[in-house]
């Protein structure tokens, strides 16, 4: 089984930044995918960005050139860099860990944009 944990939600002003962290522990041999999912109230959860074991990246067309993935391969963690806050960006937070055997959620961390 796969624990993942976030942190480094808050509130923050439009125009600000924040800095998600995602770490992952456990049978975490293989970990081939980390992504950051956001949940809006009312709507559905979406992909934000992840990185696969290869170093490669996706972003959803509204944060690209706004945030930045990147991860600690050492640490098992990944990291959400959000620059250029929007309100449209506030949401629950959630990371996704998957290795060959199994997928696992994080309880999730709120990220709330308002002046």
């Known amino acids: 089984q796969v624990q993942v944990v976030e942190s480094g939600g808050g509130l923050v002003q439009p125009g600000g930044s924040l800095r998600l962290s995602c770490a992952a522990s456990?049978?975490?041999?293989?970990?081939?995918?980390m992504g950051w999912y956001r949940q809006a109230p009312g709507k559905q959860r979406e992909l934000v960005a992840a990185?696969?074991?290869?170093?490669?990246?996706n972003y959803a067309d509204s944060v690209k050139g706004r945030f930045t993935i990147s991860r600690d391969i050492a640490k098992n963690t990944v990291y959400l860099q959000m620059n250029s806050l929007k309100p449209e960006d506030t949401a629950v937070y959630y990371c996704?860990?998957?290795?060959?055997?199994?997928?696992?959620w994080g309880q999730g961390t709120q990220v709330t944009v308002s002046s």
């Open positions: 996704n860990v998957r290795t060959i055997v199994v997928g696992s």
């Open positions: 456990g049978s975490i041999f293989s970990i081939h995918f």
């Open positions: 990185i696969t074991s290869g170093g490669s990246t």
